[in-house]
């Protein structure tokens, strides 16, 4: 069977697919949501730089699994601490990454695991400390083989 | 249900002195951005939550996101405080939890 559009039909499926692909393309053609998860981690504030000292590979040649440490400098007593740490990829699909959750207990404000990178990018990590103020570092990556099932 | 593997740096420690954990628990992490060979897009499966308790009291947590790299390995430390349990729990998407569990001797 041969199909055979008149030019009605043509007009109306060229219209489709063209808003499929502005759609699809967009997204990733524009910066992911990362600034906006910062904004929505600090509540507006601009962090400071330093503190916070993110340790990963210059360049990565598998973007599947990324060792990534965050260390941030504090006393991490109950009168000064670091509660929270926001790690976020602004080269990814989507923004976050890991959020680290810390308290008193924890001694140090220091861990580590892998991430996943879908291409060459920039890391941020953004530490909230229990005095309200805001650190940050970032890092970038070299990915050659992008992670994310690119 | 996956086995953890936990690794406490030191099974016995001074009060105030650091331990650092060491768990990797193997789980897909389905980033929900894969598509199958249909062009299907697989529906996303990860451990959203890590949760580190020493006695019932949290330590240290973690939320995770799609970013987080397959069979999640995650290392932090903690502050030797008392002896007792030190539970680490992941939490699926789809609610279920893997837990698993490590004795720690304080002096």
């Not at chain 1, 559009?5 to 219209?15: D, G, T």
């Not at chain 1, 008193?104 to 861990?111: K, L, R």
């Not at chain 2, 768990?23 to 897909?28: D, F, K, R, T």
């Amino acid at each position: 069977m041969t199909l055979i559009f008149n030019r009605r039909q043509v007009l109306a499926y060229s219209a489709a697919a063209a808003a499929v692909l502005s759609g699809t393309i967009k997204p990733a053609a524009a910066a992911n949501d990362s600034a906006e998860l910062i904004k929505k981690f600090t509540g507006g504030k601009t962090p400071q730089q330093g503190r916070v000292k993110l340790d990963l590979p210059e360049i990565a040649e598998n973007g599947n699994t990324v060792p990534m440490t965050v260390v941030v400098e504090s006393p991490m007593t109950e009168q000064s601490y670091v509660s929270d740490v926001m790690v976020v990829a602004d080269g990814n699909p989507n923004g976050g990454v890991v959020t680290f959750h810390f308290s008193p207990a924890s001694g140090v404000a220091e861990a580590n695991t892998r991430i996943r990178l879908a291409t060459s990018q920039d890391i941020i990590a953004v530490a909230k400390m229990n005095d309200g103020s805001f650190f940050m570092a970032s890092k970038p990556v070299k990915v050659t083989i992008g992670g994310c099932g690119g | 249900m996956a086995v953890p593997r936990i690794k406490l740096d030191r099974k016995e420690a001074k009060k105030g002195e650091l331990v650092e954990v060491k768990a990797l628990v193997s789980h897909v992490m389905e980033s929900g951005q894969r598509k199958d060979s249909a062009g299907k897009t697989i529906p996303r499966k990860i451990l959203n939550k890590f949760t580190c308790t020493v006695n019932g009291k949290a330590v240290f947590s973690a939320d995770f996101e799609p970013a987080v790299a397959a069979n999640p390995y995650i290392q932090f430390k903690f502050k030797a405080q008392e002896s007792g349990k030190v539970e680490l729990t992941w939490t699926d998407d789809d609610g279920s939890k893997i837990v698993g569990e490590e004795t720690i001797t304080v002096t």
